[in-house]
Nanobody, 123 residues
Framework: QVQLVESGGGLVQAGGSLRLSCAAS????????MGWFRRAPGKEREFVSR????????YYVDSVKGRFTISRDNAKNTVYLQMNSLKPEDTAVYYC????????????????WGQGTQVTVSS
């Protein structure tokens, strides 16, 4: 089992920044690739970003490329999502997830999920 707890969400004006954190406990964190997903009101859960177990490979959905940066600190069992130049359309509940799969985008390949943290971007 891997337990994941997100933090860092909040209310921010458009153009602002937030940094989300996801703290992991349980099994060896460095064995897992980590992903961030989000779910906006009335929409399906959407892939946002993913980072490989050692941080060597990262992936982003096109809508956040150049604005969001995923990183991880295996010594702290934590993955981060730095979100800059936020837009109202980034408003969603953000979830982190862990997987041992090589696949990046499908929620179904992620085995463990956090409870989510709300990000609200006002215009």
């Amino acid at each position: 089992q891997v337990q994941l707890v997100e933090s860092g969400g909040g209310l921010v004006q458009a153009g602002g920044s937030l940094r989300l954190s996801c703290a992991a406990s349980g099994r060896t964190f460095s064995n897992y690739a980590m992903g961030w997903f989000r779910r906006a009101p009335g929409k399906e859960r959407e892939f946002v970003s993913r980072i490989s177990w050692n941080g060597g490979n990262t992936y982003y959905v096109d809508s956040v490329k150049g604005r969001f940066t995923i990183s991880r600190d295996n010594a702290k069992n934590t993955v981060y999502l730095q979100m800059n130049s936020l837009k109202p359309e980034d408003t969603a509940v953000y979830y982190c997830a862990a997987t041992r799969s090589r696949s990046a985008y499908a929620p179904s390949v992620y085995d463990y999920w956090g409870q989510g943290t709300q990000v609200t971007v006002s215009s």
